[in-house]
């Protein structure tokens, strides 16, 4: 199967909300789909609207919720680790055709 690969950098706001835009295209397309964030916990906004109308999207969020200042703790490196595992066996595993990492280049 293809591969592809999107990369949204850069200062300030939009990346989260641009990998959104393509999970819904994905979704509407009928595409199986995997979303996982680095730094949030699930809760926020765009977090509760994927549990409560995007059943059919798996979500991991592996942040422990704060931003991380300086050097990352034990529990941020363990989420991030386990995060990491977890989109590995999404990338290689064949269940999804599209799997997002949001926030993976902060982690």
Known sequence: MPCCFQVYTGDGKGK??????????AT???????????LKDGR????TVLRERFPE??????????????KPSAADKAA????F???CTAVTGGAY?????????HA
């Not at 926020?44 to 977090?47: A, D, L, V, W």
């Not at 999207?57 to 300086?70: A, E, L, P």
């Open 57 to 70: 999207v798996t979500c991991r969020y592996c942040g422990r919720g704060v931003w991380v200042k300086g």
């Open 80 to 83: 991030a680790q386990a995060g």
């Open 97 to 105: 055709d599209l799997v997002i990492a949001d926030e993976i280049h």
């Open 16 to 25: 989260t909300t641009a990998a959104l835009g393509l999970l819904l295209r």
């Open 44 to 47: 926020s906004s765009e977090c």
């Open 85 to 87: 595992e977890e989109l």
């Open 28 to 38: 509407g397309a009928g595409l199986r789909v995997f979303f996982s964030q680095f």
